[in-house]
Nanobody, 118 residues
């Protein structure tokens, strides 16, 4: 059984930082592209950042220079370090594990709320 468990969300003030963690079980973690997505009320879920098996990363334009994704294969954990947070970053953040070969598999965590407000 595959599980992705997020932690680290909360309420912060504008300009502050927060780190999200997602620990996976039931998959060979290093073989998956791990991503963080977010969904704000009334909006579609969007990709925030992703890290591939080899360590390459990509980011949404809105978070470049402020967010950093990393992972620890030994701990089956992916992190999202968020800095200079602003109210537009308020959303539920979801962890995602994805691969297309040899079989297409896609898994989601339950989400963690991040609220940026003064």
């Amino acid at each position: 059984q595959v599980q992705l468990v997020e932690s680290g969300g909360g309420l912060v003030q504008p300009g502050e930082s927060l780190r999200l963690s997602c620990t996976a079980s039931g998959i060979i973690f290093r073989l998956y592209r791990m991503g963080w997505y977010r969904q704000a009320p009334g909006s579609e879920r969007e990709l925030v950042a992703a890290i591939f098996g080899g360590g390459n990363t990509n980011y949404a334009n809105s978070v470049k220079g402020r967010f950093s994704i990393s992972k620890n294969n030994a701990k089956n954990t992916v992190y999202l370090q968020m800095s200079s947070l602003n109210p537009d970053d308020t959303a539920v953040y979801y962890c995602n594990a994805d691969r297309t070969w040899p079989t297409a598999e896609n898994y989601w965590g339950q989400g963690t709320q991040v609220t940026v407000s003064s």
